[in-house]
């Protein structure tokens, strides 16, 4: 087995640029803001922030609340995440390869692009109620958005992809002879799924499970569209948007320290719960797909069709704002514009131009970080690998908004030789971007690497290749697919950044997701919308890259 | 090869010695705001303002505004302890100026005479509304009232009447129907709420504002979104809006009402330059621009009153001007009425986060209550 030996050789000083990166900007900006929830404005040692947070009977409400949607939220994706993998991998019926691509579709629904088309269509003056009421005389509107039930709904659609791909990747990987050898001692149905390919799917269940509870958790803006403040992302939102009142402001940042401090919790949680359980097998096996007989294969598609249906809501709703002038209280718009469109690319090709060039950025310093970082923890035994596989995990469960506000309480401070701190530079923007996906990139590689049988690499090896030549020849070849589909990943998830973004960008560096929130916020919302087509188009094609290059085989991204 | 080399470095030495000259120039080539001002209003000005500076000084100005909430861009101005990403803080209540300045966080005003002569020092009865800072630190720009906004074909379903006052907003068949921003969040909304204060006194306006509360359907987490969500008929009226704002969902086509309750605060959307602005040339120009009655013009076709009793909105018929005259009830400058004014911004100020815990406490915390007892 290759050692890689800690001399000062060129790996081992990447290996330490590696982590003075990951120290600078992932561990150097948490302890800040943790500083900040525990001290006070004198700078002494408190726990009377969080004291506070726990004697408010409005904060402990959000505390509950945000606990309760991230299980529902949980529960309802489980139910449709799992359905839709099984149905994927293990039945065959018409338009599966077409339903295995749309399924992932609603997970690139941008931040308040979403929410906002639920409501041009299921809001209190949507199509929906507007057609209830004009046709059926209903006097008052029937309210499904404006609420939890609302939040629930849309984090529901948005997250419920997640879950599927977790659960398709780890399917995929269980060895159908287990599940015939069940079978073959008796074990038939329910009692096989049980005992069988239950335990064995736990792990990929467990992490996507994970990341949808996180992401609901985190999510701001949803909730805020809908009228629900009293959430823990919302309230650290509300909280430290206002300056004004200090006390205020800092329990803003005592939220995204707890933030923070469950999203640890419930990460070690899970990894136990994965370490213990840890079966499959890491090889993708071959699955034979069952026919379903002619009256079960239409119900199978019927199930997604009505699903996509109510997953295409948002975009209908988005794509209808983007054209319509003066929408409102009419089931479609009356009259119809390109405007719009026009002011977002060709009048302020900003938006676009930032994205592109940032995310780009983000995509090329994932992949030389990221790359690097999947091959130390994959094939060597350098000191330090456990710790960095557990920190791109952390990283993945970092709320947004968190990372957000630690970058600009931690630098903030004008840095020597230029005075000017990192915060008014345009390479932030980027920087936070990498830090966020990085672990999407890591992840895919990483699990690529473990599909190649290092016997290769060995053999090159005695040949009297080097160890870049045979990392060059011979493993890059082979899992090439695995850092695409990666760096792919990290890219669109990069173009859909706006928690952590927001916080941190200034005048000129707008990203289309900023754009879409500030001409929300300025009521412009057909802008918006039509930034929010643009963004979905974008990277409906980037997705369409992924599933062509990698099939369903998407998941492992997010252990 | 060296020679190319010597006459580079001349011509490098000469464009240095040309420096001064440079710098000379009216003003730098760069202007950037912060501001709550929504980018209706910001935008055109700005552009209209690179215009000017072009025809004038054939100077290319690059300009950007952040947009920030009043009290998000005031604690910005705060962290950022006088070495300013931004050059001018536009809009928002006064008395934050007045804060910023006690700070020296505040450029002085060094505009003409003449230009700031213009600018009366307030307006309003029994309480001025001051527009301009008796120190020069800061100078109203546009006058515009925060009123309350309703959609009228939701309310003809509704069979409510269209509301003139505040109170209107009582009414129980709007129960659910109502959109605010809460005063922590918004300026306009914390305004409006002491100016009830400050007309009913303590426990009367208390109780009022939990009454509303009750009447509620929509906190909002901007002010901004008020007008928003009753153009689209979300929600039937919504309560303390700035004018201009309403007046560009309008514009964009919705069929949104706006109406200034006769007890409205008025703001005078002050300006000010930031010490230690990287452009304060640019900064102090703009202002001059906003001010002459080109500014003024362009930012009255946006549903906002000049400052100064020299100009009034008129435009031809059917302009964007006439429309707003139309829109904010035929008024055309506020210096030609009496204006009412019951609002005490000290008084306010010294409350402000008094109020704003109580708001937290008897109405956003209880709102399920206060949505049964009302």
Same mark, same amino acid.
């Given at each position: 087995? +290759?050692?890689?030996?800690?001399?000062?050789?060129?790996?081992?000083?990447?290996?330490?640029?590696?982590?003075?990166?990951?120290?600078?900007?992932?561990?150097?900006?948490?302890?800040?803001?943790?500083?900040?929830?525990?001290?006070?404005?004198?700078?002494?040692?408190?726990?009377?922030?969080?004291?506070?947070?726990?004697?408010?009977?409005?904060?402990?409400?959000?505390?509950?609340?945000?606990?309760?949607?991230?299980?529902?939220?949980?529960?309802?994706?489980?139910?449709?995440?799992?359905?839709?993998?099984?149905?994927?991998?293990?039945?065959?019926?018409?338009?599966?390869?077409?339903?295995?691509?749309?399924? =992932?579709?609603? =997970?690139?629904?941008?931040?308040?692009?979403?929410?906002?088309?639920?409501?041009?269509?299921?809001? @209190?003056?949507?199509?929906?109620?507007?057609?209830?009421?004009?046709? &059926?005389?209903?006097?008052?509107?029937?309210?499904? =958005?404006?609420?939890?039930?609302?939040?629930?709904?849309?984090?529901?659609?948005?997250?419920?992809?997640?879950?599927?791909?977790?659960?398709?990747?780890?399917?995929?990987?269980?060895?159908?002879?287990?599940?015939?050898?069940?079978?073959?001692?008796?074990?038939?149905?329910?009692?096989? &799924?049980?005992?069988?390919?239950?335990?064995?799917?736990?792990?990929?269940?467990?992490?996507?499970?994970?990341?949808? /509870?996180?992401?609901?958790?985190?999510?701001?803006?949803?909730?805020?569209?809908?009228?629900?403040?009293?959430?823990?992302?919302?309230?650290?939102?509300? +909280?430290?948007?206002?300056?004004?009142?200090? @006390?205020?402001?800092?329990?803003?940042?005592?939220?995204?320290?707890?933030?923070?401090?469950?999203?640890?919790?419930?990460?070690?949680?899970? @990894?136990? *719960?994965?370490?213990?359980?840890?079966?499959?097998?890491?090889?993708?096996?071959?699955?034979?797909?069952?026919?379903?007989?002619?009256?079960?294969?239409?119900?199978?598609?019927?199930?997604?069709?009505?699903?996509?249906?109510?997953?295409?809501?948002?975009?209908?709703?988005?794509?209808?704002?983007?054209?319509? @002038?003066?929408?409102?209280?009419?089931?479609?718009?009356?009259?119809?514009?390109?405007?719009?469109?026009?002011?977002?690319?060709?009048?302020?090709?900003?938006?676009?131009?930032?994205?592109?060039?940032?995310?780009?950025?983000?995509?090329?310093?994932?992949?030389?970080?990221?790359?690097?970082?999947?091959?130390?923890?994959?094939?060597?035994?350098?000191?330090?690998?456990?710790?960095?596989?557990?920190?791109?995990?952390?990283?993945?469960?970092?709320?947004?908004?968190?990372?957000?506000?630690?970058?600009?309480?931690?630098?903030?401070?004008?840095?020597?030789?230029?005075?000017?701190?990192?915060?008014?530079?345009?390479?932030?923007?980027?920087?936070?971007?990498?830090?966020?996906?990085?672990?999407?990139?890591?992840?895919?590689?990483?699990?690529?690497?473990?599909?190649?049988?290092?016997?290769?690499?060995?053999?090159?090896? +005695?040949?009297?290749?080097?160890?870049?030549?045979?990392?060059?020849?011979?493993?890059?070849?082979?899992?090439?697919?695995?850092? /695409?589909?990666?760096?792919?990943?990290? /890219?669109?998830?990069?173009?859909?950044?706006?928690?952590?973004?927001?916080?941190?960008?200034?005048?000129?560096?707008?990203?289309?997701?900023?754009?879409?929130?500030?001409? *929300?916020?300025?009521?412009?919302?057909?802008?918006?919308?039509?930034?929010?087509?643009?963004?979905?188009?974008?990277?409906?094609?980037?997705?369409?890259?992924? +599933?062509?290059?990698?099939?369903?085989?998407?998941?492992?991204?997010?252990? | 090869?060296?020679?190319?080399?010597?006459?580079?470095?001349?011509?490098?030495?000469?464009?240095?010695?040309?420096?001064?000259?440079? !710098?000379?120039?009216?003003?730098?080539?760069?202007?950037?705001?912060?501001?709550?001002?929504?980018?209706?209003?910001?935008?055109?000005?700005?552009?209209?303002? !690179?215009?000017?500076?072009?025809?004038?000084?054939?100077?290319?100005?690059?300009?950007?505004?952040?947009?920030?909430?009043?009290?998000?861009?005031?604690?910005?101005?705060?962290?950022?302890?006088?070495?300013?990403?931004?050059?001018?803080?536009?809009?928002?209540?006064?008395?934050?100026?007045?804060?910023?300045?006690?700070?020296?966080?505040? !450029?002085?005003?060094?505009?003409?005479?003449?230009?700031?002569?213009?600018?009366?020092?307030?307006?309003?009865?029994?309480?001025?509304?001051?527009?301009?800072?008796?120190?020069?630190?800061?100078?109203?720009?546009?006058?515009?009232?925060?009123?309350?906004?309703?959609?009228?074909?939701?309310?003809?379903?509704?069979?409510?009447?269209?509301?003139?006052?505040?109170?209107?907003?009582?009414?129980?068949?709007?129960?659910?129907?109502?959109?605010?921003?809460?005063?922590?969040?918004?300026?306009?909304?914390?305004?409006?709420?002491?100016?009830?204060?400050?007309?009913?006194?303590?426990?009367?306006?208390?109780?009022?504002?939990?009454?509303?509360?009750?009447?509620?359907?929509?906190?909002?987490?901007?002010?901004?979104?008020?007008?928003?969500?009753?153009?689209?008929?979300?929600?039937?009226?919504?309560?303390?809006?700035?004018?201009?704002?309403?007046?560009?969902?309008?514009?964009?086509?919705?069929?949104?009402?706006?109406?200034?309750?006769?007890?409205?605060?008025?703001?005078?959307?002050?300006?000010?330059?930031? !010490?230690?602005?990287?452009?304060?040339?640019?900064?102090?120009?703009?202002?001059?621009?906003?001010?002459?009655?080109?500014?003024?013009?362009?930012?009255?076709?946006?549903?906002?009153?000049?400052?100064?009793?020299?100009?009034?909105?008129?435009?031809?018929?059917?302009?964007?001007?006439?429309?707003?005259?139309?829109?904010?009830?035929?008024?055309?400058?506020?210096?030609?009425?009496?204006?009412?004014?019951?609002?005490?911004?000290?008084?306010?100020?010294?409350?402000?986060?008094?109020?704003?815990?109580?708001?937290?406490?008897?109405?956003?915390?209880?709102?399920?209550?206060?949505?049964?007892?009302?």
């Amino acid at each position: 087995m +290759n050692r890689l030996r800690l001399s000062l050789t060129p790996a081992a000083f990447g290996y330490g640029l590696i982590w003075t990166f990951l120290i600078v900007f992932v561990l150097f900006p948490l302890t800040r803001i943790f500083y900040d929830a525990f001290t006070n404005e004198a700078g002494g040692f408190t726990l009377a922030n969080f004291l506070e947070f726990f004697t408010d009977s409005f904060y402990l409400r959000s505390f509950w609340k945000s606990m309760v949607l991230g299980v529902v939220t949980v529960f309802t994706t489980s139910v449709i995440g799992i359905a839709v993998a099984f149905l994927i991998v293990r039945y065959d019926f018409p338009y599966r390869n077409l339903f295995s691509y749309l399924t =992932m579709l609603p =997970m690139i629904l941008p931040p308040l692009v979403g929410v906002l088309g639920f409501v041009f269509i299921l809001g @209190r003056a949507g199509t929906l109620n507007v057609l209830l009421m004009d046709w &059926f005389g209903l006097e008052h509107p029937v309210n499904f =958005m404006y609420g939890m039930q609302g939040v629930l709904l849309v984090e529901t659609v948005h997250l419920f992809p997640l879950m599927t791909m977790s659960i398709l990747d780890a399917l995929a990987k269980v060895d159908p002879s287990l599940e015939e050898a069940a079978q073959g001692v008796g074990a038939k149905g329910f009692r096989r &799924f049980r005992d069988i390919t239950l335990p064995l799917t736990t792990p990929g269940y467990v992490s996507g499970a994970l990341l949808v /509870f996180i992401w609901t958790f985190a999510d701001f803006l949803t909730p805020l569209v809908l009228g629900v403040q009293d959430l823990l992302a919302p309230q650290a939102y509300l +909280n430290i948007v206002q300056f004004v009142d200090r @006390r205020i402001f800092r329990m803003g940042i005592v939220i995204s320290a707890l933030l923070v401090i469950l999203a640890i919790v419930f990460v070690i949680a899970a @990894r136990q *719960y994965v370490a213990i359980k840890d079966y499959s097998s890491l090889a993708y096996s071959k699955v034979e797909r069952i026919q379903l007989g002619p009256v079960k294969r239409w119900l199978a598609v019927g199930f997604l069709g009505l699903l996509m249906l109510i997953c295409f809501i948002p975009q209908v709703g988005v794509l209808l704002a983007s054209v319509g @002038r003066g929408w409102a209280l009419t089931p479609f718009p009356e009259h119809y514009t390109l405007e719009f469109f026009r002011a977002v690319s060709i009048e302020t090709p900003k938006f676009i131009i930032n994205s592109l060039l940032f995310c780009g950025l983000a995509l090329l310093m994932c992949l030389v970080i990221g790359v690097p970082m999947a091959w130390v923890m994959g094939r060597t035994r350098a000191p330090g690998r456990d710790t960095m596989d557990a920190l791109t995990t952390l990283i993945l469960a970092i709320p947004g908004t968190a990372l957000g506000i630690a970058y600009v309480r931690a630098f903030n401070f004008p840095l020597p030789f230029i005075d000017i701190p990192l915060t008014g530079m345009w390479i932030i923007l980027p920087l936070v971007l990498v830090v966020r996906r990085l672990p999407y990139t890591v992840r895919a590689s990483l699990s690529s690497l473990q599909l190649v049988h290092q016997s290769m690499e060995e053999a090159a090896a +005695n040949v009297g290749a080097t160890r870049l030549r045979t990392f060059w020849d011979i493993t890059v070849p082979l899992i090439w697919k695995g850092i /695409f589909v990666g760096a792919l990943f990290s /890219f669109i998830t990069s173009l859909q950044e706006a928690s952590a973004t927001i916080f941190l960008t200034l005048g000129g560096w707008e990203m289309i997701p900023f754009g879409i929130f500030t001409f *929300y916020i300025a009521g412009s919302q057909s802008q918006a919308a039509a930034l929010g087509v643009i963004l979905i188009v974008l990277c409906a094609l980037c997705l369409y890259a992924v +599933n062509r290059v990698a099939g369903t085989r998407v998941g492992g991204l997010f252990g | 090869m060296y020679r190319k080399f010597t006459i580079l470095a001349a011509a490098l030495f000469l464009l240095q010695a040309a420096g001064p000259g440079v !710098a000379q120039a009216p003003i730098e080539e760069e202007l950037n705001l912060i501001t709550p001002v929504a980018k209706t209003l910001t935008d055109p000005t700005l552009a209209d303002f !690179a215009k000017y500076a072009k025809e004038k000084w054939n100077i290319t100005v690059k300009t950007s505004a952040l947009a920030a909430g009043t009290p998000v861009a005031y604690g910005q101005i705060v962290e950022w302890k006088g070495r300013p990403q931004v050059d001018i803080f536009w809009g928002g209540e006064s008395a934050l100026f007045d804060k910023l300045a006690e700070q020296n966080l505040l !450029a002085k005003l060094t505009l003409p005479k003449d230009v700031i002569d213009a600018v009366p020092v307030s307006i309003g009865k029994p309480m001025p509304i001051p527009l301009k800072d008796p120190k020069g630190f800061w100078t109203g720009t546009v006058l515009e009232p925060y009123g309350l906004v309703y959609h009228p074909k939701v309310l003809a379903r509704l069979g409510v009447p269209e509301p003139k006052d505040w109170d209107d907003l009582l009414n129980p068949k709007l129960k659910g129907h109502i959109a605010q921003c809460a005063p922590t969040r918004s300026s306009s909304s914390h305004a409006t709420y002491e100016v009830i204060l400050q007309r009913d006194g303590d426990d009367k306006g208390w109780e009022w504002i939990r009454h509303l509360g009750g009447n509620t359907g929509l906190f909002t987490a901007r002010s901004r979104d008020v007008p928003s969500v009753v153009a689209k008929g979300e929600f039937a009226a919504g309560f303390a809006v700035p004018s201009y704002m309403a007046f560009e969902d309008r514009l964009a086509g919705f069929d949104i009402k706006f109406v200034a309750p006769k007890t409205a605060w008025i703001t005078p959307e002050p300006i000010a330059v930031l !010490a230690g602005a990287r452009h304060p040339k640019a900064a102090m120009m703009f202002i001059e621009y906003l001010l002459s009655e080109r500014g003024q013009r362009v930012a009255m076709e946006r549903g906002v009153f000049p400052i100064t009793p020299k100009y009034r909105v008129q435009g031809a018929p059917g302009s964007t001007a006439e429309m707003a005259v139309e829109f904010t009830g035929g008024m055309r400058s506020y210096f030609d009425r009496e204006v009412t004014n019951i609002y005490e911004d000290d008084k306010a100020q010294k409350r402000y986060a008094e109020v704003n815990e109580k708001f937290r406490k008897e109405v956003e915390s209880v709102i399920e209550d206060l949505k049964k007892k009302y």
